[in-house]
């Protein structure tokens, strides 16, 4: 049995909302405000009967002259909503509340969503790697078909946040010339909120400029370019220009990590897109707290394990990852599609970086 450690999403907010307490505790603030006035000053009897019944208006009182005004208070539901700490620079409609858990297949399910032809058994267990042997047994006693899955913790943030730094890496990245300490040194000294260590072009697969070792200094922002249709300039604050880290070995703050955590949509895996946005959950402007550190430098060896082992070969393994790559393009069109309905649906979100 093998047992797999995932950083999904898996359940409603990191920091519990309660939207319902917050207006309760509101209006019993408004009842003994308004309670104390009346037993202070006789006047304000009077003043209760002129209101009107509806709790949608809100009349701020004189004190000292004891009336009423009679402009009712502008109410802004925008500052009602209720939302995890850090994401406030994502549109409403990106933030994942829920996963199903489901295991998808790297080249897109088959299934239809709401399939509820066969029923469905949760089996959890608390293991340590001393209890793989029990385990194994439990797992082979309810059956062969069952499918083994790991949960983490609901407040998953929670735990991650005992860390100063989280380093989210691919498994096929070469560390000969990349020196943690350092490393977080840099990060430290220069702010970076999302960063990742540089390229080595002479020996990386590389996919985007931007992610390239520069040779001179410790860090980059941005890069200069108007090769290739580019258009890089000192005004570009996004990709492919500034703002933004592939994912594959990307390094986040605490804070920065519990935005992008939030980001995560459960049904797109490869997750193609995201690191597009991971700017946005930077603690402040993209241009200044995300970049490449140049000189604590990687090595991205490309090997493509996505469908397939390299020894298998034949025609099934390249299909598989053909229909791989196929998904990873539909789910970058998916993303980019859900990301611009979650803009223009969320009323109180404005876009810190618009599009010329």
Request: net charge neutral; hydrophobic share 35%; with cysteine.
């Amino acid at each position: 049995m093998g047992l797999h450690v995932s950083v999904g999403p898996m359940s409603i907010n990191q920091k519990v909302c309660n939207c319902n307490f917050s207006a309760a505790a509101v209006f019993f603030c408004i009842a003994l405000f308004i309670g104390s006035t009346l037993i202070t000053v006789d006047v304000k009897e009077k003043i209760m009967a002129w209101l009107p019944t509806d709790s949608s208006q809100k009349f701020q009182f004189d004190l000292n002259n004891n009336t009423a005004n009679s402009k009712p208070m502008e109410f802004d539901p925008c500052s009602s909503q209720c939302r995890p700490s850090g994401i406030e620079a994502l549109p409403k409609g990106m933030v994942s509340q829920t996963s199903d858990l489901e295991r998808q297949p790297l080249w897109g399910s088959t299934e239809k969503k709401g399939n509820s032809s066969s029923l469905k058994n949760l089996l959890a267990i608390a293991v340590g790697l001393k209890q793989k042997q029990v385990v194994n047994e439990i797992v082979k006693k309810n059956g062969v078909t069952l499918s083994c899955i790991s949960l983490q913790s609901i407040k998953q943030n929670d735990i991650v946040a005992l860390y100063s730094y989280i380093f989210l890496w691919d498994e096929d990245i070469g560390v000969e010339n990349f020196h943690p300490g350092r490393y977080l040194e840099i990060v430290e000294r220069e702010g970076l909120d999302v960063s990742q260590p540089g390229l080595d072009i002479e020996k990386s697969k590389v996919h985007y400029r931007f992610t390239e070792r520069q040779r001179e200094g410790d860090v980059h922002r941005r890069i200069y370019d108007l090769a290739q249709g580019l258009r890089c300039n000192e005004n570009s604050t996004g990709f492919p220009c500034a703002g933004f880290v592939e994912m594959m070995a990307p390094v986040f703050t605490s804070a920065a990590w519990r935005c992008a955590w939030h980001m995560i949509q459960n049904d797109l895996i490869h997750a193609w897109g995201l690191d597009m946005k991971l700017g946005y959950c930077s603690q402040g402007d993209r241009t200044k707290k995300v970049g490449v550190v140049d000189s604590e430098y990687i090595t991205h060896m490309g090997i493509p394990t996505l469908g397939g082992s390299n020894e298998s070969g034949g025609s099934s393994t390249t299909d598989l990852r053909a229909a791989v790559v196929h998904r990873c393009y539909a789910e970058l069109d998916m993303f980019n599609k859900r990301w611009q309905a979650a803009a223009r649906e969320d009323k109180c979100w404005t876009d810190p970086y618009p599009q010329a």
